[in-house]
């Protein structure tokens, strides 16, 4: 194994490269973000199934959930599940390209990466106006 040490003592160098060393990348962007939405659509799944029991259990506490729902806390929360549900997707279809063999040069990673998070929020922009316009 190399050894850290120089002749004339420790080197100050870090051992393996880190944050401080790496510069944020679109796809390292990206990359994080998705896990970070996986995440956060395994909790947004519980608040459906909340929602859901409530419909089962009957119309009063279906009533207090949706008004927890619609309330702009509530809204909100939502609006970042249907961020978070588009930008998994985008990234899902990316790694399938990916998977295919395809755009794998530097450049199709970038346009790839920036195109999953450009569509994901031109998505939830589209379906959150659609949704206060007709409600």
């Known amino acids: 194994m190399s050894d ?3 002749a004339q003592g420790t080197d100050n160098r870090p051992l393996s490269p880190h944050l401080q060393i790496y510069r944020p990348l679109i796809n390292m962007v990206m990359s994080i973000l998705h896990r970070m939405t996986g995440a956060a659509l395994y909790l947004g799944s519980l608040l ?3 929602w859901l029991v409530a419909a089962s259990i009957g119309p009063e506490y279906f009533a207090f959930v949706n008004g927890i729902f619609g309330s702009l806390l509530g809204k909100i929360v939502l609006f970042g599940f249907t ?3 588009l930008h998994h997707m985008m990234g899902g279809i990316r790694h399938f390209i990916w998977d295919t063999g ?5 450049q199709s990673v970038k346009t790839l990466s920036k195109m999953s998070g450009i569509i994901s929020v031109a998505a939830t922009l589209l379906i959150w106006g659609a949704v206060l316009l007709t409600g």
């Open 4 to 6: 850290a040490r120089t």
């Open 48 to 50: 459906l199934a909340w």
């Open 83 to 85: 961020w978070s549900l």
């Open 102 to 106: 395809r755009g794998l040069d530097i």
